[in-house]
């Protein structure tokens, strides 16, 4: 049974006991209460029925979490309706709605015991709602896993494969001499390059939603394109966490650190690959380890002066060493807000 059957037969059936003409059952929705279902011999006119807050019955009860009878329902209800009994849907502390019920103009006012009643019918709706809203979070929760999923395997594997099949036509290219030939296989590499462009775009789709909850993420991936391509250096990025919880001054840093941290590694340190590892748990990392040469003593007294100062406004460090393997590693943390 869906959330709306549910309600509709909470709403009919405390409209008969209750003893009224109409039962509605109203959501908030920013400053106003929302009729999501109603019965009753006009429930159609009553149907997404706005009205305020302020003012109400239904919002009385609402705002206080207690039960309110009128005889009149407030603006928005009381055109058509005299005596109003409105009671809160009540899940622990928190009120999820209210439920309505209404009698026509000029029938008596509801009387004291009908409260527990609607009450009761009350509780049911709220403990409807609930369990609907937890079915729509695990719904939306199954999907961003399996979108994660996906878009791990493109990134992971599909795009590593045909990299190196890149870089073999690169180097088999090197060593043919037949200019056609060579320009051919030079073709094949820009056309492999331009799929992984568009795995990688299919990759922020699947992370994205329509509140632009990736924004970070998409930021990030951007900017390590846009220092790596075309430069030679094979760039590995692992994103993990909720990084839609980074709040926008915290964002702005991180892709300062990465623009700042790739591009030292392109322009200085005469590297193979890189990995940039971004991560959200209790704190925000960002690490950047690369197989070159080292850093260049310029970048040590600009750039990473400039990352060590972000980390430490933000109440967070920076750790940049050279492997024993050889490269640099960088690592700069902040501690959530």
Known sequence: ????????????????????????????????LVVVAGAGRAEAAFDGRRFPVDGTIGGAAFRTGKPRRSVTPGPGLDEESGASLAVPLRLGDAVLGVLIALRDKGKPVFSADRVPLATGFAEQAALAVHTAREQVR?????????????????HDHVIQRLFAVGLSLQTLGRSIEAPELRRRLTDCVEDLQEVVREIRGTIFDLHGDPAGATWLRR???????????????RAIVRMSGPLSVVPPELAAHAEAVVRE???????HAKARSVTVAVAVENELSIGVTDDGTGRSPESVHSGLAALAARAADAGGTLHVQASPEGGTSLLWSVPLP
């Open 1 to 32: 049974m869906t959330e709306g059957e549910v309600l509709r037969l909470v709403v009919v059936r405390a409209r008969e006991l209750i003893g009224a003409d109409h039962v509605l059952l109203a959501l908030p929705e920013r400053d106003e």
């Open 138 to 154: 695990r719904h939306e929760l199954d999907l961003l896993n399996e979108r994660d999923r996906i878009a791990g395997e493109l």
């Open 219 to 233: 930021r990030l991936q951007q900017a390590i394109d846009e220092l790596t391509d075309g430069t030679g250096v």
């Open 261 to 267: 941290a790739v591009g030292n590694t392109v322009r």
